[in-house]
């Protein structure tokens, strides 16, 4: 009879179900393997082996013989709990033995402590295929908390695997100080030349925490303890080079306990340590990857496992990755942190620096994170509510709403880009200043800058660096809560066009970025990534306003490449080249189920320049996508099947089908709520009947424009003159079709709105 596979195995494996492909996608070659478990504690927790203390009694540290011999007896639920008990054992010796209160509290700056968080089985957890850590180092006081909750309090986490090894020690083992004596330590050259205080302070605090000081530090741990601010990149004595590979099963779970680190709480990394019968993994990861250090063994090794406990038993919520701008109770009680903004780090929407610190107080509990789950390398984008509790903040009365993110810095900047256009508004238009986001401040740094640990990891820096964007802005409804179809068709004229209106606060001005049409006519600013998600609204007395949000992936207009892609100037003076567009390798953002059909099916790699009309079709299938989908009464989007697909070919074909076959037009049709049906109606046939115009899908009576371009360009190679002159007046005449098709003014006319709006 075969065994059973047991509860932990259970839940594990339901997790592994629906996660483990996607963990496994986002973090392909993103684990760099091998960091000294010396540098690895140095740089992550910031502590050295010098720094362990020597116990008061005289007596060597040791691992317990009968906590040792617990953990490898009975099942793997009760490893766990042998573990958590070994660990803390550990921590009796550092830093409780004989020690008073004032020494304790000088030693660990979190007080956690160790907890077993499987030691009762949650079929919430369970029916939810959520995940839980194996042991968390924890601020909570309970092992009863929900599964959900358990992440917020998480410090760091230990992933135990426990096979049928038995090893049962004799007697207690005895930890050598002098064992680290064997490894080459850091070059003392390379440290800050700057130290750093470790500094929390509340909401009537002025001091950031990690901020520089000028005088000595008292506290010999400070001195010792260089932040991560300042972190120098370091060489390695005798280091070999680093592994870059992917996951493999014994990874996965420490990978998925890091993505929900990151993901329940304001963290700028997430660290912890996972263990496989006796070998010991240290894992760190932020939004740019993960690194582990090189593996050890905990019997033959005690003195790394010891200094792992030190560590986290020292090191505050700075240590542990929290993002350096919360403050307050971060951890396990969110609902009563802050953000603080000093003016030397945080600027207005013109750029200006702030001339006074900003207290922002969060509100709602727990952390909003939109977009895909089971993800960790990317943008990592929050968004969370926050009011101003600054008595001389002029925005001490709003509702606002902080966006942390993390974008490529080879990326376009969402803050310049609303920089831009705010300059060139004000210069050119400043009447259009309503449907924004409103931006009211933000911190932009790079991820040295910020403190990550990677900063200090040499050859570990990633080869695709992201930078800290803090955003506070004005805060915004979703499109799906639009209490009526006449509210959704204002707030989709919006922002389309926008419209314009001063807004003030307190005698200051408050900057607003317009909707899509007056950007891209004053800025030259196309967005560029039009989405459901994008387009938000706010009210205002009696009326309804439409935003047009997140401007991360903007492009600037290039009307030189467009000119050259529409024929209208030459790309070259050879005689047979001259009218062959050269692509451009650029590799353009958007969002898949409402890109264009002419990027989406082009190679990512050697796309067509991104043009106004571009985003006009991005418009058209939002609207789609909402109009068949939305529940009006629930304020929720219904699943869309062909817009949901990961294939960007599945959806180009139901797309051409939509526009080309009058039955996949009804089909759609019938989902459409009826509430929703005037809009419908009005605005979607003859906005259908614009894009089928506009682009050839190669029917029998219908050759695309690509076609023909490919044709160009063969004539052009074969130095084919009669040819070639035949397919430029073939390929003039599309694009003077297309051109005329797909224009502002006729979208707005099937809107049914001004192109403008008086002054």
């Not at 924890?138 to 992440?151: I, K, L, M, N, Y």
């Not at 006796?278 to 894992?283: G, H, K, Q, S």
């Not at 106004?612 to 068949?628: G, I, K, P, T």
Request: charged residues 30%.
């Amino acid at each position: 009879m075969s065994a059973q596979p047991s509860s932990v195995a259970l839940e594990k494996d339901g997790i592994r179900s629906e996660a483990a492909s996607t963990v496994r996608k986002n973090c392909k070659l993103a684990v760099k393997r091998g960091l000294p478990v010396i540098e690895f504690v140095r740089i992550v927790w910031g502590y050295t082996p010098e720094m362990i203390p020597d116990r008061c009694n005289g007596q060597p540290y040791n691992l317990k013989r009968d906590l040792v011999n617990a953990y490898f007896e009975g099942t793997e639920r009760g490893s766990y709990t042998a573990f958590a008990a070994l660990v803390t054992d550990l921590l009796a010796q550092l830093y409780q033995e004989d020690a008073t209160e004032d020494d304790v509290l000088v030693a660990r700056r979190v007080r956690a402590m160790v907890m077993n968080t499987r030691e009762e089985k949650d079929i919430r957890m369970i029916k939810a295929r959520g995940a839980k850590p194996d042991l968390t180092w924890s601020t909570f006081q309970s092992g009863a908390q929900c599964w959900r909750t358990t992440w917020e309090s998480c410090l760091a986490f230990i992933e135990i695997k426990r096979t049928e090894i038995r090893v049962f020690p004799c007697a207690d083992l005895s930890i050598n100080l002098r064992a680290f004596s064997t490894f080459p330590e850091a070059d003392e050259s390379a440290q800050d030349s700057v130290r750093y205080a470790v500094s929390k302070t509340g909401h009537n605090g002025a001091a950031l925490k990690r901020q520089p000081i000028s005088s000595p530090v008292e506290d010999e741990r400070s001195i010792k303890r260089t932040c991560r601010r300042d972190s120098p990149a370091l060489e390695y004595k005798g280091q070999s080079a680093y592994q870059v590979s992917t996951l493999d099963d014994e990874d996965f779970h420490a990978v998925l306990y890091i993505m929900e680190m990151l993901e329940r709480n304001v963290r700028s990394y997430a660290s912890g340590f996972s263990v496989r019968d006796t070998t010991v993994t240290l894992w760190y990861g932020d939004r740019m990857g993960l690194v582990t250090s090189s593996r050890f063994d905990l019997l033959e090794e005690p003195h790394f496992l010891l200094l792992v406990v030190a560590a986290l038993g020292d090191a505050d919520e700075d240590r542990f990755g929290v993002s350096p701008y919360l403050t307050g109770a971060s951890f396990g009680d969110f609902d009563r942190s802050g953000l603080l903004l000093p003016p030397t780090r945080s600027r207005d929407a013109y750029g200006v620096p702030l001339r006074k610190q900003l207290v922002l107080k969060t509100y709602h509990p727990g952390v909003l994170v939109p977009g895909q789950r089971y993800v960790v390398v990317g943008a990592g984008t929050m968004i969370f509510p926050v009011k101003a509790i600054t008595a001389e903040s002029t925005l001490v009365d709003e509702v606002l709403i902080a966006k942390i993110s993390w974008p490529l810095e080879s990326s376009a900047s969402e803050t310049s880009t609303l920089k831009a256009v705010l300059i060139a508004l004000r210069e050119k238009a400043p009447r259009y200043c309503e449907h924004v986001t409103e931006m009211r401040c933000y911190v932009e740094e790079s991820f040295a800058d910020h403190g990550l640990p990677r900063a200090a990891m040499l050859d570990m820096v990633t080869e695709s660096p992201r930078r800290f964007v803090l955003m506070v802005m004005k805060k915004y409804e979703p499109l799906h809560n639009v209490a009526s179809v006449s509210e959704f068709k204002c707030v989709f004229i919006d922002v389309v066009r926008g419209r314009v209106k001063a807004v003030s606060h307190k005698s200051t001005c408050l900057p607003q970025i317009p909707a899509h049409w007056w950007v891209a006519e004053t800025a030259d600013v196309l967005h560029a990534d039009i989405s459901v998600n994008n387009i938000m609204f706010y009210r205002e007395d009696s009326r309804v306003l439409g935003v047009l949000m997140d401007w991360d992936h903007a492009l600037a207009r290039d009307p030189v490449e467009v000119a050259k892609y529409d024929l209208e100037v030459p790309s070259s003076d050879d005689a047979f080249m001259k009218w062959i567009y050269q692509y451009q390798r650029v590799r353009y953002w958007y969002t898949r189920p409402y890109v264009d059909i002419e990027r989406q099916s082009s190679d990512t790699d050697e796309m067509p320049p991104h043009r106004y009309e571009h985003d006009l079709e991005a418009f058209f299938w939002v609207l789609m996508d909402f109009l068949q989908h939305i529940e009006p009464y629930d304020h929720k989007l219904r699943s869309a099947y062909h817009f949901d697909s990961e294939s960007d070919r599945s959806i180009v074909i139901w797309k051409r089908k939509f526009l080309s076959d009058h039955q996949a037009f009804e089909d759609a049709e019938v989902r459409v709520h009826a509430d929703y049906l005037p809009a419908w109606d009005v605005w979607v046939p003859r906005l259908r009947e614009m894009f089928r115009k506009a682009y050839s899908f190669g029917t029998e009576c219908e050759v695309s424009e690509w076609y023909i371009r490919e044709c160009l360009r063969e004539a052009a190679e074969e130095q084919d003159e009669k040819e070639m002159a035949r397919m430029l007046s073939w390929l003039r005449e599309k694009i003077r079709a297309r051109k005329e098709t797909v224009t502002y003014q006729a979208f707005m006319d099937v809107l049914g709105a001004p192109l403008d709006i008086p002054e």
